[in-house]
């Protein structure tokens, strides 16, 4: 974090305490753990895996593809969850989680959408087709990118309010999502994992279990380095207000108060 000017610092009575970084021994370890996982990832998805007897080495996109789908999924339960509470409670730090959460929720929806495509191509001869899945998780996607856009456009209670109702919309869209290939007639393939006899086995589904571990540790990890930067700008906002309220009474000579001491996060 920036040092703060004496000036500002004699008239406000501010929390020196933040941390000039968002990582720590937990999260190293995290992020070894990740990175270890994303080596074995690329060897099992890459090399040790076998082709595909009807898809080839396309069938490969399935290792990212499918885990970036349901972390996707994941991103959106938490912000609707993150949304939720912060409506019951009013507290910064479940603002800061839905927040980070929706980041994330974008980030892997679009990297399923761009894996999808790729896919697509190879089985189907074309990158997009407006097939009930692809076309409602294209609407997930811009779902995700309009509650972001909403968070920036008006920044008080009112609009986080807003923020956050929309942010619970996303759990039926979710849903709508996963079962589209079920409720309406789709080239995209059914469920693949989740049936009595799996499609995949061996080295396949060796390979789909170390990426779905490789990308849920990468996701925790960016999700606590990203809610921490969330709380830290918090802070930072609650900081500039207080100095410029300090320096309105301090203008008008009124007493300043002291200053109550801020909630920590979730």
């Not at 898809?55 to 996109?61: G, K, P, W």
Request: proline fraction near 4%; aromatic fraction near 10%; charged fraction near 15%.
């Amino acid at each position: 974090m920036t040092d703060r000017s004496p000036d500002l610092d004699a008239d406000v009575d501010v929390d020196t305490t933040a941390p000039d970084h968002t990582g720590s021994p937990a999260t190293r370890v995290l992020g070894l753990a990740a990175l270890a996982t994303l080596v074995l990832w690329a060897l099992y998805g890459l090399v040790w895996s076998p082709p595909d007897v009807n898809q080839s080495d396309a069938v490969r996109l399935f290792y990212v593809h499918v885990p970036s789908a349901i972390l996707a999924y994941t991103g959106c339960f938490l912000t609707a969850f993150a949304s939720g509470m912060w409506l019951r409670r009013r507290s910064r730090g479940w603002d800061a989680l839905a927040a980070a959460s929706a980041e994330l929720g974008l980030v892997f929806v679009t990297i399923t959408l761009v894996t999808g495509s790729l896919w697509g191509n190879v089985t189907w001869g074309t990158f997009w087709t407006w097939d009930a899945r692809l076309t409602s998780t294209a609407l997930l996607a811009v779902m995700l990118v309009g509650y972001l856009a909403l968070r920036r456009v008006e920044i008080s209670p009112a609009g986080s309010a807003r923020a956050a109702v929309m942010g619970l919309l996303l759990v039926p869209n979710v849903i709508i999502v996963n079962r589209s290939v079920e409720w309406w007639r789709s080239l995209h393939q059914t469920s693949t994992l989740m049936k009595l006899e799996p499609s995949i086995e061996g080295e396949m589904l060796t390979a789909f279990a170390v990426g779905m571990l490789a990308g849920a540790l990468v996701f925790a990890w960016l999700l606590i380095h990203r809610f921490r930067v969330a709380w830290l700008e918090q802070q930072v906002e609650q900081h500039d207000l207080e100095a410029a309220v300090a320096a309105r009474r301090a203008e008008a000579g009124v007493p300043q108060t002291t200053k109550t001491t801020e909630a920590q996060p979730v």
